[in-house]
């Protein structure tokens, strides 16, 4: 999708979010809160769901998640990285000093 060379966007960001502004957001809002898991297990789609379960087990103990998300290739496998954002920065921080090279199983460390 391209925008005419002319197009003039002049719908601000207030009449199109308006709920998220009222919130006054900032960029850098949730940055401290978000950690990348490099190491996890690359799976097929018929067995994400139970990655995700056990993600959520492992790393739930730290504080409540409030997003995820498994980047996957063109076959719809996951890449083996995650990104997970805590509801707080302390929650991102314990997560990462207690699983640095923990060891999900045999062939798997976080």
């Given at each position: 999708?391209?925008?005419?060379e002319?197009?003039?966007?002049?719908?601000?960001?207030?009449?199109?979010?308006?709920?998220?502004?009222?919130?006054?957001?900032?960029?850098?809002?949730?940055?401290?809160?978000?950690?990348?898991?490099?190491?996890?297990?690359?799976?097929?789609?018929?067995r994400?769901?139970?990655?995700?379960?056990?993600?959520?087990?492992?790393?739930?103990?730290?504080?409540?998640?409030?997003?995820?998300?498994?980047?996957?290739?063109?076959?719809?496998?996951t890449?083996?990285?995650?990104?997970?954002?805590?509801?707080?920065?302390?929650?991102?921080?314990?997560?990462?000093?207690?699983?640095?090279?923990?060891?999900?199983?045999?062939?798997?460390?976080?």
């Amino acid at each position: 999708f391209d925008d005419p060379e002319d197009f003039v966007d002049n719908v601000s960001d207030d009449e199109l979010m308006p709920e998220i502004m009222k919130q006054k957001p900032r960029e850098s809002d949730g940055v401290d809160s978000v950690i990348v898991v490099d190491g996890v297990p690359v799976v097929g789609t018929d067995r994400v769901e139970k990655l995700k379960n056990v993600i959520r087990k492992t790393f739930g103990k730290f504080g409540k998640l409030v997003n995820e998300h498994y980047p996957m290739d063109d076959e719809g496998k996951t890449k083996g990285y995650i990104f997970l954002e805590f509801s707080s920065p302390e929650n991102a921080e314990q997560a990462v000093l207690a699983m640095n090279n923990y060891k999900l199983d045999k062939t798997h460390t976080f």
